[in-house]
């Protein structure tokens, strides 16, 4: 078990508002709220997609919140997603910056011709935090994809 430090309330308060942004992110995927999802990016922020974890080369690299738009938009092809956040750690907090860690269990359900198929995403998310005008966003984040599975639902 690790070892377990007091911290202030001000970094409690930080840590506690970097969770709720983790969570805000899969709460926007999952309602299709894409302009919500942007919203909590950096301007210039950094998103990388890793469709194999293994695999050092990107299927994906966006530098602006405006070229995030088309990437949350895709997700309208899927009739439902749910995104279970497990664990999240912070490696680093110091002032207005933070790096971490974040595992999810994406869920994405497709419609066609009336059969239904699931698609389950394996993920982790490493991150990089920024606090801007009191609010905590996204400077950069790392999509990894561990494994997937896809199968028929009756």
């Known amino acids: 078990m690790g070892k377990h430090v007091t911290i ?5 308060a930080d840590r506690l508002a970097i969770r709720e942004l983790i ?13 919500g999802q942007m919203s909590i990016f950096t301007a210039d922020a ?5 469709m194999n974890a ?6 994906m690299e966006l530098r602006s919140r405006a070229a995030l738009a088309p990437v949350f938009a895709d997700l309208n092809k899927y009739e439902a997603t749910t995104h279970f ?8 907090l110091t002032g207005d910056r933070g790096t971490g ?20 995403a ?23 994809v561990d494994w997937m599975e896809e199968r028929a639902l009756s």
């Open 23 to 35: 969570e805000a992110y899969a709460h926007c995927a999952d309602r299709r709220d894409a302009e």
């Open 122 to 144: 394996s993920l982790r998310y490493l991150d990089t935090f920024v606090k801007m005008d009191g609010l905590w966003l996204f400077a950069e984040r790392r999509l990894y």
């Open 46 to 50: 950094h998103f990388v997609v890793y």
């Open 101 to 120: 860690e974040t595992y999810c269990l994406a869920h994405h359900l497709t419609l066609d011709g009336g059969k239904r198929r699931l698609m389950i």
């Open 85 to 92: 956040v497990g664990q999240s750690t912070i490696f680093t």
């Open 8 to 12: 202030s309330p001000h970094e409690a």
């Open 54 to 59: 293994k695999d050092p080369a990107p299927a």
